[in-house]
């Protein structure tokens, strides 16, 4: 499928869309001979996983690793039936201490540990992150995206300071893409292996970034030959999603508040938009206040106390200007100093 296909597809009226996303949870089934499960955490995938046991089949199991989850998401995968779940390969805990912080976006997390980590084997990488240039493995361009935005560079550029004559600043902490991987995907990947079943994944272009690449280029059903998986709402929008979730009546965990009409006609919850990890850094930095951690505060304030001192989050937030603590007066049940503290007994909660 092209680009230009794949944007005619998301340009559909509602009513062809679900028509379009039911043949496509039929062909995977039936291409892959009905071994498929599906990939389950927030208010997509939970629709998604209701959405086939509607039209396709109502013995497709759902695969969670809950424990990630906001506690309500787990409320809401508990009472689902047929669901398997599956306990991560590290703790949140151990991927910051082990690998770094998950700050900005992947993409950009994977240029800074790179830069963090300086080899001979990756230098020619690091030259592009930091010019653009991309030399001989990348056909000699100039300027290109592989270039670390400006911002960026001056927060995390100091450890190629001496190479480029430049006075970035060197970040006091680790960053890192790799806390999806041990979490999630090696995991849940590991399960469909053993159990030679094939994923449907509630993935959307809208949401943008590696996500909209992956879904134009590859398409909403892909057969490769070690990877098979389907997306069914690859070409809905939010509103279109939000919509199936009220004609399906799926439970809306609580985080998310409600689905309710928005002035210019569109749909949106009243409380959080996308939801993941709670440790989660991705995209921070360009939402609206609240943001993720205002929420979990609220809805979880030891945990948002764990976080924030004890596992040095807010000193991250701080590094790259993003508000967190603001003018309440809160006794920290933890210095910011602990952050590389062993956790203890009582942590492992959050962990």
Known sequence: MSIKSFMELQA????YKITYAKGLGKEFFEQMKGQVFCSVGGLDSI????????Y???????VSLSSLEDKSIQRVHKALD???ILKPYKTKVQVIKDHGYPVI?????????LLQNPTEKN??????????????????RKGTRMRLPQK???LFGGPENDKYGTTYQTAPFRVSPDCCYHMKEKPADDWAKANKVHPYMGLMASEGGQRQKALMKNGCNYYGKTVQRSCPFAIFSRTDLLQLALDLDVPVPEIYGEIKTQRDGTLETTKAKRTGCTMC?????????????????????KEWEFWMYKMGWGRVLDYIGVAWEDDVNITPLFDLRSANANTSLGDREYA
């Open 56 to 62: 396709v089949s109502p013995d497709i199991v759902g």
């Open 105 to 113: 976006s992947k993409d950009k997390a994977g240029k800074i540990q």
């Open 82 to 84: 047929n669901m398997v």
């Open 123 to 140: 230098s020619t990488v690091r030259h592009a992150i930091m010019t653009g240039d991309t030399g001989a493995y990348g056909g000699w």
């Open 281 to 301: 850094g991705f995209g921070i930095h360009i939402e609206k206040r609240p943001h993720r951690f205002d929420r979990l505060r609220e809805t979880s304030p």
């Open 47 to 54: 629709t998604l996983l209701l959405f086939l046991r509607e």
């Open 152 to 154: 960026w560079l001056d």
């Open 12 to 15: 559909l009226p509602y009513e």
